[in-house]
């Protein structure tokens, strides 16, 4: 078996659509509530997709993303 364990208390539940009592189920898994648009790991999510900046700004920031993770991984195999 895994001993991968889940951080709940760094979790957070987004209900996507109208949902009715999502802070009960907040409560049982003792987390918190978000709601979209939200920022993850420096990307927006849950803009609306006619967001031409939006789209813009999240391309760049992937494309900044793998030029450092290639340069990174790639030197690792030079040395």
């Known amino acids: 078996m895994s001993r991968l364990r889940v951080h709940l208390s760094k979790s957070a539940l987004i209900p996507i659509s109208e949902v009715l ?3 009960h189920g907040a409560q ?6 978000e ?5 993850y ?9 006619e967001s031409k900046v939006v789209w813009e700004s999240n391309l760049e920031r992937l494309h900044n993303r ?3 993770w290639k340069s990174t991984s790639l030197s690792r195999w030079a040395t």
């Open 41 to 49: 790991d420096g990307l927006l999510l849950g803009a609306a997709y």
């Open 28 to 33: 049982l898994f003792n987390c918190e509530v």
């Open 66 to 68: 793998s030029i450092e």
């Open 35 to 39: 709601y979209l648009p939200l920022s």
């Open 21 to 23: 009592e999502h802070y």
